[in-house]
């Protein structure tokens, strides 16, 4: 690795019981980003919140608020979103007919934008928008739900985007949603991931800052003395 990765912990899989607390944790952990899941019920087979929440959530975090739509008509909400003080804002490939137009819309917000493809969409449907994308989400599981079982295809995606963006020479992330944790984020480091976004490995654990902290370390160069 010549460039260190970003972690972002999804929200879903916390305790929204005390949504401050979780709030304060990731603010003094070491990860980078908070990740937001947004779902309609309509693009996935399940509800999560909308930007009335979103709005709370900024007001708590103090680090980029990464919003992943997963919703149908997403254009319609960008500056809504935005508004709520979201700093990236993923939309899906599958829910945008116009993705270009939908990409420029995010960018004249001010905001970061990225594309997300589900599991069975091949990287190579990007290769005439990447110059356009700040980020690639790569699903590695079905959206619409935390805790499930990690998908091994999205590995050679990574790997193929990761030469997409060598061949563009864009600055585009490639950031991996899934089932990620400690027992393959080296797998998706080296294939080429930059952000982990991570949700039950991290806040089922005991200790979700020290979880963090390791997923954060994973490809660091051990100093010999
Ligand atoms: C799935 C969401 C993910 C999810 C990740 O639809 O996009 O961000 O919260 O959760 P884990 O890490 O538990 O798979
Ligand atoms: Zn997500």
Not at 45 to 60: A, E, H, L, Q, T
Not at 84 to 109: F, N, S
Request: some cysteine; glycine content about 6%.
């Amino acid at each position: 690795m010549t460039h260190k990765h970003l972690v972002a912990p999804s929200v879903l899989a916390a305790d929204f019981r005390n949504l401050q607390a979780v709030f304060d944790l990731v603010n003094r952990s070491e990860a980078d980003w908070f990740h937001v899941d947004i779902m309609d019920g309509r693009f996935v087979p399940n509800i999560s919140f909308g930007m009335f929440i979103v709005d709370f959530m900024k007001k708590m975090a103090q680090k980029p608020l990464d919003v992943h739509l997963m919703i149908v008509e997403p254009e319609k909400y960008i500056s809504e979103f935005r508004k709520a003080g979201a700093d990236v804002i993923t939309v899906h490939y599958e829910a945008c007919p116009h993705l270009h137009r939908t990409l420029q819309q995010i960018k004249e917000t001010g905001a970061r934008a990225g594309v997300a493809l589900n599991p069975h969409t091949p990287v190579h449907l990007l290769e005439d928008i990447l110059e356009q994308a700040d980020q690639v989400l790569v699903m590695s599981v079905n959206p619409g739900f935390g805790g499930q079982k990690f998908i091994y295809q999205s590995i050679p995606k990574i790997r193929k985007l990761r030469e997409m963006i060598t061949v563009q020479n864009t600055n585009t992330l490639i950031e991996v949603d899934g089932g990620v944790g400690l027992q393959n984020a080296e797998q998706l480091l080296q294939a080429g991931a930059d952000v982990l976004v991570a949700g039950s490995s991290i806040f089922k654990a005991e200790d979700p800052v020290q979880v963090i902290s390791k997923l954060k370390e994973i490809g660091k160069p051990v100093l010999m003395v």
